[in-house]
């Protein structure tokens, strides 16, 4: 199976975006917008790969990413093979030409209990997430507070 | 609908009465653009005039602009509300106010530049739109809680914690004159009074809840755009604003400048209005109060505080305590400040006793700081209890009432149209406020970006001449410039703190780029009417506005400020402040400034009303025609 294949590949690096002081996150919601934006033309929190939790009458702020975890259960449960991995960047990537939008990726997702880091599109009726632009992630180079930090490593 | 670039091409309708739901395609509107510009051609056409606030055939009419919803740009995300004023004064007029925060691009979100609420209920109700889905609702569970309470109670009556609301507190349902409408813990169309009109209504909420996205002419462009629009504003003149592309610091303007409450130690992050990289606000943790958001009007209540602690702004509990209760009440916190003025002179002077208000020991009485503001905001104004149902009525029309002494004092502390003094350190200020019917600065601060800078006078207003505050020759050219980037500014929406983008400390030429707002609104919605076309749109509101004001009863004796200040016994003894004149403006040259202010807007100078060539050249005959039709019926002529 392709997912034990990769698993052995030591030259994989598992990069993501994680957040440094959550606590100076100003609920801009930039990183949301640029996301859609570099992505789908569009602005738009729903269609973002990156989502911001406001609670807005404690202040505390919370910004969820997807980890690009390495055990990849979004990958594991696509029937299709829609979802793969880059084998330069490690980056967990769906494929929209392929994808039917049956939204198991999102289900399957770790944080699916409180929300899924994989998002469904109801326009184009796939499922999106966060493909690190690449390599450049457009949200960490926009966010204004600096906070959000792309890690590059190795598996 | 589905090819526009920036709108969302449908505004709402929604009429109390009779329920009815529906909408008007924006492209109607679109050479308005957005804000105030559709706002306020709306209310043309549908708000009759000389009608009382609380009429049933006021409406409420909220806009943004097509700038919504994009990135990093500041205020991209306001909207404004134009609707007649209970708070103005001395007669009822449509005006207008603004709201940052998130409420405005949630709107856009669900699918909507506008709403237009027409009618009145009868029993409270909230709306309910979530997408397409709209819902008049039942809210007597809503009625009576304050401001972060509804918010809350209707988060979980959804279950959805995404959801943004604007509503009112006590004061709107107790139709106090300033009552503000708010959102979160400290977004809100502060002035004007239009939380009354809402709760005129029986109207607690709006809450909306988008899952929609607005289309984009030009990304990439967009993008580069935005990144470079963040990094050549530079935040008006008050001090501390835009710190982070000064000091190590970050963004502590909010925190640190604005309320010094960050010095205490209660400051725990900056804060954003949705999309916005400048982050103005703090976000504040006090002790046995609720948290919540503050920005600069703290400032206001400089006069609230224990003289123990520090100097600059505040950093007293008591000022945090203020704020607290104007957002959750909603109150206008400008109104108050300028009354905490006006009632310590009153009561020194005796016109009012310690019987009917005991001030703080600060000032002259005998309570401490949070006892009274309990009293004074809370109960006195919020509840109409007491003495506080004259105050509810605004410090213009409790001035009226208790004698010309009071009106006298008054007149210290506030400029024209029943409002509070706001940055008139400049002939320019006066004049702008003069011609506005309420505080033009809605945040901001026009003038400031070029007052005193002679490179940046130039390059924003044609002459080094015109960065002088105290000169009365460059004003009506400058001004007429000031009120294309203002008018502007709130139709696309931009924000008060950054534009006009006129000067920068930091660029090489010490300039900044006035034609960004034109470039942002051509990469977002693919339109190519260039700065001039902009600028044609904007003088085609104003003097959609002037018309509006006409058909109230304006004239050129309501184009002014108060006596007080052509008066040279005013400001022998120091009353003028930060914020306010420099000195008495002088009569004479002040009204032959009028004079060629008129003359270059294309106005009658015996009237001060647009001249039916002005209103040609906009191409607005409906206007010629409906004022032909009102000046017959309210002039006789």
């Given at each position: 199976m392709r997912y034990k294949r990769l698993k052995?590949?030591?030259?994989i690096y598992n990069s993501f975006i994680s957040v440094k002081?959550?606590?100076?996150?100003?609920?801009?919601r930039i990183c949301e917008l640029v996301c859609s934006l570099v992505h789908d033309g569009q602005c738009s929190s729903s269609l973002s790969r990156i989502h911001v939790e406001k609670d807005l009458f404690t202040g505390e702020y919370k910004i969820e990413t997807?980890?690009?975890?390495?055990?990849?259960k979004c990958l594991s449960v696509c029937k299709i093979e829609a979802i793969s991995i880059d084998?330069?960047?490690g980056i967990k990537l769906i494929n929209s030409d392929i994808c039917?939008?049956?939204?198991e990726c999102k289900k399957a997702c770790i944080f699916s209990n409180s929300r899924s880091r994989i998002v469904y599109d109801s326009k184009r009726k796939i499922c999106i997430k966060c493909d690190l632009c690449g390599g450049d992630p457009e949200c960490v180079k926009a966010c204004p507070e600096k906070i959000l930090i792309y890690n590059k490593r190795k598996s | 609908m589905d090819n526009l670039f920036g709108w969302m091409g449908k505004i709402l309708r929604i009429n109390l009465t009779n329920g009815n739901i529906s909408f008007i395609n924006t492209r109607k509107y679109i050479?308005?653009?957005?804000?105030?510009g559709i706002g306020l051609r709306i209310a043309w056409e549908e708000i009759p005039p000389k009608?009382?606030?609380?009429?049933?055939?006021n409406k409420l009419i909220f806009m943004t602009g097509?700038?919504?919803?994009?990135?990093?740009?500041?205020?991209?995300?306001r909207a404004n509300l134009c609707c007649v004023s209970?708070?103005?004064?001395?007669i009822p007029m449509v005006s207008y106010s603004n709201i940052g925060g998130d409420w405005p691009v949630e709107l856009k979100f669900a699918g909507f530049d506008g709403l237009i609420v027409e009618g009145k209920a009868s029993s409270p109700v909230y709306i309910i739109i979530h997408n397409e889905k709209v819902e008049i609702k039942k809210a007597k569970y809503l009625w009576g809680l304050d401001t972060y309470q509804t918010q809350e109670k209707i988060i979980e009556q959804t279950g959805d914690k995404n959801i943004r609301t604007i509503c009112i507190g006590p004061a709107g349902e107790n139709l106090v004159r300033f009552a503000s409408i708010q959102s979160d813990t400290g977004s809100a169309f502060g002035q004007g009074g239009f939380g009354a009109v809402m709760g005129s209504k029986q109207l607690k909420a709006i809450t909306v809840r988008g899952t929609g996205s607005i289309r984009i002419a030009q990304p990439e462009k967009l993008i580069e755009l935005a990144k470079y629009a963040s990094s050549i504003v530079f935040g008006h003149a008050?001090?501390?604003?835009?710190e982070s592309q000064i000091g190590p610091?970050?963004?502590?303007?909010?925190?640190?400048?604005?309320?010094?409450?960050a010095r205490s130690g209660y400051g725990i992050h900056s804060d954003a209005c949705y999309?916005?990289?400048?982050?103005c606000r703090g976000y504040f943790k006090v002790p046995n109060m609720r948290s919540g958001q503050g920005v600069c009007?703290?400032?206001?209540?400089?006069?609230?505080?224990?003289?123990?602690n520090d100097g600059v702004g505040m950093g007293d509990k008591a000022t945090y305590y203020a704020k607290l209760l104007c957002d959750t009440l909603g109150i206008d916190t400008v109104e108050i400040s300028g009354m905490l003025y006006w009632l310590r002179d009153c009561v020194k002077d005796g016109i009012i006793s310690n019987n009917d208000i005991d001030l703080p020991k600060c000032l002259?009485?005998?309570?401490?700081n949070i006892q009274f503001l309990s009293k004074f905001?809370?109960?006195?104004i919020a509840y109409r209890k007491g003495f506080g149902d004259i105050l509810a009525e605004g410090t213009a029309r409790a001035a009226e009432k208790l004698g010309h002494k009071a009106w006298d004092i008054y007149q210290r502390y506030f400029m024209s149209h029943g409002m509070h003094t706001h940055w008139c350190n400049s002939v320019v200020g006066c004049l702008e406020w003069a011609m506005d019917?309420?505080?033009?600065f809605d945040s901001g601060h026009d003038y400031l970006f070029g007052m005193n800078n002679k490179s940046a006078a130039k390059f924003a207003?044609?002459?080094?001449?015109?960065?002088?505050?105290?000169?009365?020759?460059?004003v009506p050219k400058t001004l007429t410039i000031i009120q294309y980037n203002k008018t502007y500014k709130d139709m696309l929406t931009l924000c008060d703190f950054a534009f006009?983008?006129?000067?920068?400390?930091?660029t090489s030429n010490g300039l900044g780029d006035m034609e960004l707002p034109y470039k942002l609104f051509f990469a977002t919605?693919?339109?190519?009417?260039r700065i001039d076309g902009l600028e044609k749109s904007a003088e085609t509101v104003i003097n959609i506005y002037r018309a509006l004001m006409v058909g109230n009863g304006r004239n050129r004796d309501m184009d002014n400020v108060y006596p007080?200040?052509?008066?040279?016994a005013f400001f022998k003894d120091g009353?003028?402040?930060?914020?306010?004149?420099f000195g008495p403006l002088d009569k004479d040259k002040w009204e032959k400034m009028k004079d060629n202010f008129y003359k270059l807007r294309g106005?009658?100078?015996?009237?001060g009303w647009p001249t039916e060539d002005k209103l040609k050249e906009l191409g607005l005959y409906d206007v010629i025609y409906k004022l032909r039709k009102l000046k017959k019926k309210i002039y006789k002529i």
């Open positions: 052995k590949d030591k030259k002081d959550m606590d100076r996150c100003t609920g801009c997807c980890l690009q975890c390495k055990d990849y084998k330069k960047t039917t939008g049956c939204e | 050479k308005y653009i957005g804000g105030i009608i009382e606030p609380f009429d049933d055939k097509p700038l919504g919803g994009i990135p990093i740009v500041p205020g991209a995300g209970p708070h103005i004064h001395p008050v001090p501390g604003s835009f610091e970050g963004k502590l303007w909010g925190m640190n400048s604005g309320i010094g409450l999309g916005c990289s400048k982050a009007v703290q400032w206001f209540f400089g006069i609230i505080r224990d003289p123990k002259g009485g005998n309570t401490d905001i809370k109960e006195g019917n309420r505080d033009p207003w044609g002459s080094e001449a015109a960065a002088d505050p105290e000169s009365y020759d460059h006009p983008c006129i000067s920068n400390p930091f919605t693919g339109m190519n009417i007080v200040k052509f008066d040279k009353m003028a402040r930060m914020f306010e004149l106005w009658d100078i015996e009237t």
